[in-house]
C-alpha cells in the first residue's frame, strides 16, 4: 500500500506512505550540529540552575528572597505555570480529539509530549521550593487526606501517569515504524523500539486495543485534566489571604491553563516546523485553527478575569481593598496592566485578523500570552502573601518586599531548560507527528 | 666551594625570614575569636559541651558560623579528646560527651574541659577551659500533713570520691509544661545538710491521670554547671484536655479524616487507577497477538 489511506491526509499531505515515513522519521536519525549546541546550551542551563539548588541545600532556603511573609516566591509561580501548561495535552489529544477536529491530529504528539515535560518539572519544583527535601516522603507516609496539599500529589501522579500512557499508545505503532525502518540507529535505540513497540504488527486486533484504549483515556483525561488544576487553585484558596478567597478560582485557573496551554503548542509548532522542516505537515491551516481557539480561550479567560476582580473592587474591603489597590495602581500596577493588555486583550483584538494568525506573527503573540501567563502567576502567589490577614507586629522591613535572588532565577530558568531538555529528547527519539495516524488510522 | 656555602646560606635565611614574615602577616590578617563554654548535665548519663563562638566586628558581636571546634578532657591530645563539632549559624554547638569521658569520669574530683579553635583560614588560635565539679541532685517528694513540699539534696565528691553534701547551692524548682519549665517558687538555696525544700502548689494542672514532672536544676553554677534532676509525681490536678483535634473533621490536625471523604477521595483513586492498570493489561495483550 503506497498511498496513504487517510483521506484528510492525503488532500493535506499529498504524499506516498514512503515519503511521509521518510519526512517524519529524518529528524529522530539525525543529529546535527545545532541540535547538539541546543542540548549543551540547555545542560548549561540546567547546570547553574543545579548549582543554585546545591546552594540552596547546602545554606538553606536563606538564599532566596522567601520569608514569613512571602513564603511562596517564584518556585510556586513557576509549579502553577507548569501545572497550567500541561493542560495542554488534554486540550489538543482530548477535547479536540473527541470533538472530531481532525486538523489537529499532527498536533497531539507535540501537546502530549509538552504535557508530560510540564508535569514532570512541576514535581521537580514542588520539590525544589521544600526547604527539607529530603522529608518528603513524610507527605506520603504521614498525609492527611483531608489536605489540599495531598490532593495535589495524588492528581498530579494521576495526571503524569495518564498522559504518560496518551502518549505512549498513540506511539506503539510508530515505534514498530521506527524498529523496522530506521537502521542507522545506536543499538540501544534500536533495542528501546522492540521492546516498546510490543511486537506491533499492524494486526486489526491490535489496532481495536489502541483504539479502545485511546478513547477510554482521552474521556478520563478531561475530569483529571480538570481537577489538576482545580486542586492547585484550592491550595490557594483554602488558605488564608487576600485576592485567593475567592470561589471562581477554580475555573479562573483551568480557563488560563488552557489559555496558555494553546499559547504554548502555537510557539512549540513554530519552531518545530521550522526547525524539523515539516512545513507540509504543521501548515498555516493548523495556525490558523490554533489562531481561532487562542481567541475562544482568551476571551473566556478574559470572562474569568472580570468575576475575579470586579467584587472585590467594588466592595475595596480591607486587606483584600489594599491588595487590589496595590496591582491596579500600586507597585504591581506596571506588571498587572502589562498582563492583561498584551497576554489577554491583545491576543483577542490581533488574533481576530486572519493575517495575524499566519505561523511568525501568531507565534509573537503566543509569546507574550506566555509571558503574561507567567508574570500573571507571579501576580496571583506575591502580592496576596506580602498582605496576611494578621500582620506580623513591627515587621522586618525586608518581609514586605520580594525580589528574587539569582539562585531562584538560576532554579527557575534550570526548570524552564529541563521542559525544554525532555521535549527535545523525545523529539529525537520518536516521530513527533503519529505518522500511523497520517497513513493507515482508517483500518 | 665557600663562597658557594655563603651564597647557600645567604639564600636561606632570606627565605627563611620571608617565610616567617609571611606566617606573621597571615596571622596578622586574622581575626579574634571569642569561646564560651559552658556545661550541661540532664542526667548522670546525659551530660553536653555547648560552646558559643562570638568576634568583634564594626564594634558588635557577631556569632561565628561554620568553624570547627574541638573538644578534650584535661589537655589537648588523642587520650583527652571527646570529639568536635562545627558551629552554626549562630556561632553555637553542642557536643554529647562521649562514654570515654564517662569512663574516666568517676576517677576524678573535677573535670577540666578545654574547646579550641586551631588551623582556621580566618580566625586565629584559641581555646577556653571550663573547670567543673560533678554535682548530682537527689530529689524527693514529701508529704506531710497534706502539705507536699519537693526536697532536694546536692552533693559532690570529697578528697576521697565519697560524696558530701554542700550548703549555700541556688537551686530552681520548676515544673514541666508544654513549651517551657514552669517556676513553682523562688530561687531557694541549699541548707548546712545540703537540703533545699519547696512547697509544690495545691493548684496546678497535671495530666490526664494527675501527673507533674518535676524538676530541680543548678543553673549555669561555677563550678557545678548546669545540673537537672527530674521526678515524675501525681501531684497536678488531672485534667481532661479539649479533644476537638482528635475528632474527624477537614480542620484537624490529626489524621482523622471525615468518613466520606476517606471513601470519595479512596474511591477515585481506585476507580482511575484500576482503569489505567486495565488499560495497561489490555496493552500487554498486544504483544501476545
Redesign the interface.
Known sequence: MDLVDNPDSTREVGKSRQQIEQDLLRHVTKWTKNDKLWLLFLGVVILIGVFAYYRQLRYGLLVTAMRDYTSWGIYISNFVFFVAISLVGSLVSSILKLSNATWSTPLTRISEIIAIAAIICASIIIIVDMGRPDRFIYVII?G???SPII?DV?IIV?YL??SI?LL??SL?PDLALCRDKLHDVPRWQKKLYEVFA????G?K??YQ??H??SS??CI?VIP?AFAIHTVTSWLFSTTWRPGWDSTNLGPYFVSGALMAGAAVIIIAMYFIRNSLRLKEYITELHFDHMGKLLVLLSAVYLYFNINEYLGPSFKMVGVEGEHITELFFGKYAYMYWLVQIFGLILPIVALIYKPLRAPFPIMVISFLVIIGAWVKRFLIVIPSLQHPYLPIQDVDESYLHYIPTWEEWAITFASFAGVLLIVTLIIKLVPVIPVWELTDNKE | MKGVWKCFAVVAGLVLSAAIQGHAAQQDQKSRARLYLTYFKYSPTDRYLNIKVITRKERRNVPVEDVKIEFYLGEKSSAGYLGSIMTDREGQGSLLLPLSFYAAADTLLSYLFVATLTDNSEYLDTDMELEIIDASIELHGIVQDSQRTVQAIVRVRDSTLALVTVPDVPLNFLVERPLSLLPISDLKRTGDKGIAMSQFPSDLPGDREGYVTVVVKIDDHDPYGTVLQRETLRWGIPTSFDDKSQKRSLWSARANTPIPLLLLVNGLILVTWGIMIYIVRELLQIKHI
Request: glycine share 0%.
Open positions: 504521614f492527611r487526606i483531608q490532593w495524588i494521576t501517569a495518564i500512557l505512549y499508545i506503539i510490543l511486537n506491533w504488527k494486526e486486533r491490535q486495543i489502541i479502545k484504549t477510554i483515556l478520563m483529571v
